[in-house]
């Protein structure tokens, strides 16, 4: 499937005869673990996320170093050969299915935002950011800029590591406690 992706193969138009075709399998292979494409796409965005998230361990870091890690974590899936821009493509097409779209946010998206969520909620408890600001807004001022980048602009550089670690100073610099 991700091959068909990458030559460009829109969601809706890739049939379950070109995925077993591309994978080598027969029909009833795929239907024995999945019961329809659609569900055998939001098990590869899962493992892709896994891939992600095993490099995204944000425990004992500290803030800065872990708000890094979220959106360098962010921007690797839009730049990696095996998704390349077809990813947002992909991501709108799945908007587009209800069923895979509720699952695509609750098992893969879900867990990230709680876990920028956490560490940004752990950093007010400590002190760090100011206490007055809601954590799901200072992860979208966090992450805007990555995925606008990654997604909305293609004429505009690549985020690349130096462009999340900026982001990631500009945003602290508004939101740090003066004394940090």
């Known amino acids: 499937m991700l091959r068909l992706l990458q030559r460009g193969t829109c969601l809706r138009a890739m049939s379950v005869e070109a995925v077993v075709g591309e994978a080598g399998v027969s029909k009833a292979t795929l239907y024995r673990r999945w019961p329809n494409k659609e569900a055998l796409l939001l098990h590869l965005l899962k493992c892709l996320q896994a891939e992600i998230d095993e490099d995204t361990d944000l425990t004992g870091l500290p803030l800065r170093e872990g708000l890094f890690r979220v959106l360098d974590s962010i921007r690797r899936p839009y730049l990696s050969e095996r998704s390349g821009s077809n990813l947002a493509v992909l991501i709108a097409e799945i908007r587009m299915l209800p069923e895979v779209n509720a699952a695509f946010l609750h098992t893969v998206i879900g867990p990230r935002r709680q876990a920028l969520h956490d560490l940004l909620a752990a950093a007010q408890r400590r002190g760090e950011i100011q206490a007055d ?27 690349d ?14 939101i740090l406690t003066p004394s940090n």
Do not use: M, T, W
Not at 161 to 174: E, K, M, N, T
């Open 133 to 159: 600001l809601d954590p799901l807004l200072i992860g979208e001022l966090l992450i805007g800029p990555v995925l606008s980048r990654s997604v909305l602009h293609s004429d505009a550089p690549a985020p």
């Open 161 to 174: 590591a130096r462009f999340c670690r900026q982001v990631v100073g500009s945003v602290l610099d508004g």
